[in-house]
């Protein structure tokens, strides 16, 4: 079984510099109370436009991000290349609202699947409907509620960006992962996925559909997309990951009244999460899957599955995956293995980025032991490269 704590694979294209900034980074995040005065300042300093660069783009950005045009990402792609890792390159802008701001971002999403065709180190393409459509409009069509002419006419312009995308990375041989969102958009999502995985997916996994095992719906959603695909004729693909809006999705809930929609503890969240990934392993000869996750003892149970099952580590149709700045202890040394392994790496313009930033050190803070395990294998690493040089 391959062992996560070695830091000398994982931390093999960091420099010092790099991993000092990393842990000082990291000793802030874990207390909740900076996270939460620091990211209410920088939604303001956002906002009002604060000249916040020389403080970011150094530290934060440079830590989660590959840069704010694809030019800039080279660099980060060059290193995941050199130790065997592919990217998901993520145009990561967040806030956008107008029709034509929507059209700009289906238009980075397509440069970026265009630079895939002469950069092997690009894995898949990535995008999230919120980039590319209304929030309130999503939300509206998943209620069920009755559309405006105008309204019918934007939510053709969403499934026709959608189309778009997931007709060039078709073209391009390259397959795209669709983001999952808050539950209250997420119905919306599944349809337009579910029709895109029918047009795209007959003969190969091009289009992956994101998971949220945190739901206590997914599970039986999974199973019921394999046995729909069988009737439908197409090759379902997956992204697995446990969820990403945990607290927001229960304040609603409590707030207007209804069941919560989440798992009610991380036990049973794991459990779920697990059983969809065996699931997927059992069921490997037409489901591509996508094994979206930080946590160690679900990364030893898919390689476990595997095992059983005699598949071997570079299996076409199985990938892990983690972000940009996080477990690089779990992806480098799982790439070292021979395992598909790829990084999130977001970019796009600082300011169009933060919402982003500011998600993922919430995120650091919130996932009990995430951010200790960061200090500890950062710590460890220095301490290893002091002690080799005396």
């Given at each position: 079984m391959i062992s996560f704590d070695n830091t000398k694979v994982a931390f093999a294209d960091k420099t010092t510099s790099e991993l000092r900034k990393a842990y000082w980074m990291f000793l802030l995040v874990k207390r909740p109370?900076?996270?939460?005065?620091?990211?209410?300042?920088?939604?303001?300093?956002?906002?009002?436009?604060?000249?916040?660069?020389?403080?970011?783009?150094?530290?934060?950005?440079?830590?989660?991000?590959g840069g704010e045009t694809l030019e800039e990402c080279e660099t980060a792609l060059n290193k995941l290349s050199s130790s065997g890792l592919k990217a998901v390159l993520d145009y990561a802008a967040e806030g956008v609202q107008t029709e034509k701001e929507f059209d700009e971002a289906r238009d980075r999403i397509l440069a970026t699947i265009e630079m895939s065709k002469t950069n092997e180190s690009i894995g898949f393409a990535v995008f999230k409907f919120t980039g590319i459509a209304r929030f309130a409009l999503l939300e509206k069509q998943s209620n069920g509620e009755p559309l405006s002419q105008q309204e019918i006419a934007d939510y053709q312009r969403i499934k026709t960006r959608a189309r778009q995308i997931c007709e060039s990375a078709k073209d391009a041989g390259i397959p795209v992962m669709i983001d999952a969102e808050e539950t209250w958009i997420q119905t919306a999502i599944d349809e337009i996925v579910e029709e895109l995985m029918i047009k795209f997916n007959k003969e190969r996994h091009i289009v992956y559909h994101t998971l949220q095992m945190y739901r206590v719906d997914k599970l039986f959603y999974l199973k019921k997309l394999c046995a729909d695909s069988k009737k439908k004729g197409y090759l379902p693909a997956v992204k697995l990951v446990r969820g990403a809006y945990m607290e927001k999705e229960r304040e609603r809930a409590e707030k207007m009244s209804y069941a919560s929609p989440i798992q009610p503890d991380k036990i049973a969240t794991d459990a779920a999460f697990d059983e969809a990934v065996k699931f997927c392993i059992k069921n490997i000869e037409r489901i591509a899957l996508s094994v979206g996750t930080h946590n160690e003892k679900s990364c030893e149970e898919a390689m476990r599955f595997m095992s059983v099952?005699?598949?071997?580590?570079?299996?076409?149709?199985?990938?892990?995956?983690?972000?940009?700045?996080?477990?690089?202890?779990?992806?480098?040394?799982?790439?070292?293995e021979g395992y598909n392994v790829s990084k999130y790496l977001p970019y796009g313009p600082l300011r169009l980025v933060m919402p982003y930033l500011i998600r993922r050190a919430e995120e650091n803070t919130s996932v009990a032991g995430q951010t200790g395990r960061e200090l500890y294998l950062i710590k460890k690493e220095l301490k290893r490269r002091k002690t080799s040089k005396s």
């Open positions: 109370f900076l996270v939460k005065i620091g990211s209410w300042f920088l939604n303001i300093a956002n906002r009002i436009k604060l000249p916040l660069r020389w403080a970011l783009k150094p530290t934060v950005f440079a830590h989660f991000c099952r005699e598949l071997k580590n570079n299996h076409p149709l199985i990938s892990f995956s983690q972000l940009k700045g996080m477990s690089d202890h779990i992806s480098y040394n799982l790439a070292l």
